[in-house]
Nanobody, 132 residues
Framework: QVQLAESGGGLVQPGSSLRLSCETSGFSLRSYNIGWFRQAPGKEREGVSCISRSDGSTYYADSVKGRFIMYKDNTQSTVYLQMNSLKPEDTAVYYC?????????????????????????WGQGTQVTVSS
């Protein structure tokens, strides 16, 4: 059974850094698409970063490129999101999500945003608030 547990959120000032963690169990990280999504009040949930199971590529939303880094530790079954230069607009609940789904073979290599959003297993979320 897939289990996910996020931690590391908090209240920080603009320009600060945070590292979110997602402890996983019940499956192998190597065989799953994994991602971080976020949802701000009154807004739809949006993808922040993801890693493809097909080739290990990492993808980022344009709004976080150059500031956030997603990586995983397969031996400890933990996924991380290092968030630097935080802005007030990064304020949201951040969710870890995983999915074993695959695109059809003729789709080529692409970011698994839809696979995660539509077929994923989700953690409970952790609140990140960026405010002065």
């Amino acid at each position: 059974q897939v289990q996910l547990a996020e931690s590391g959120g908090g209240l920080v000032q603009p320009g600060s850094s945070l590292r979110l963690s997602c402890e996983t169990s019940g499956f192998s990280l190597r065989s799953y698409n994994i991602g971080w999504f976020r949802q701000a009040p009154g807004k739809e949930r949006e993808g922040v970063s993801c890693i493809s199971r097909s080739d290990g590529s990492t993808y980022y939303a344009d709004s976080v490129k150059g500031r956030f880094i997603m990586y995983k530790d397969n031996t400890q079954s933990t996924v991380y999101l290092q968030m630097n230069s935080l802005k007030p607009e990064d304020t949201a609940v951040y969710y870890c999500v995983v999915s074993s789904a695959k695109f059809p073979s003729d789709y080529g290599v692409r970011a698994p945003w839809d696979l995660l959003r539509d077929f994923g297993s989700w953690g409970q979320g952790t609140q990140v608030t960026v405010s002065s």
